[in-house]
């Protein structure tokens, strides 16, 4: 049986680049290898945005949604134990 990490929401609607990547970066500093942050974004490019973060980072970009004009971004932290 495994448990699944806590998820952290950070709310960045109404944000342009580089403040959702930015504040996204800040926050995964704050939590443990293997949990999860979710995003809620209203910028155009932040699908483009926190592809490149992750693949720049080691993050992994684990879910992508849209309801409305509202993006989920689901990220996983760097370091998970597999």
Do not use: W, Y
């Not at 709310?11 to 949990?35: E, F, I, M, T």
């Not at 979710?38 to 699908?47: H, M, N, V």
């Not at 932290?77 to 597999?82: D, E, L, N, R, W």
């Amino acid at each position: 049986m495994t448990s699944n990490p806590a998820v952290t929401v950070l709310d960045v609607v109404g944000q342009k680049c580089p403040l959702p990547v930015l504040k996204a970066r800040k926050a995964l500093a704050g939590l443990q290898p293997g949990a999860v942050l979710e995003i809620l974004a209203t910028d155009p490019g932040a699908a483009q945005d926190f592809e490149a973060f992750c693949g720049a980072t080691g993050h992994r970009l684990i879910g992508r949604s849209i309801d409305k004009d509202v993006q989920r971004f689901r990220i996983q932290k760097a370091g998970a134990p597999a």
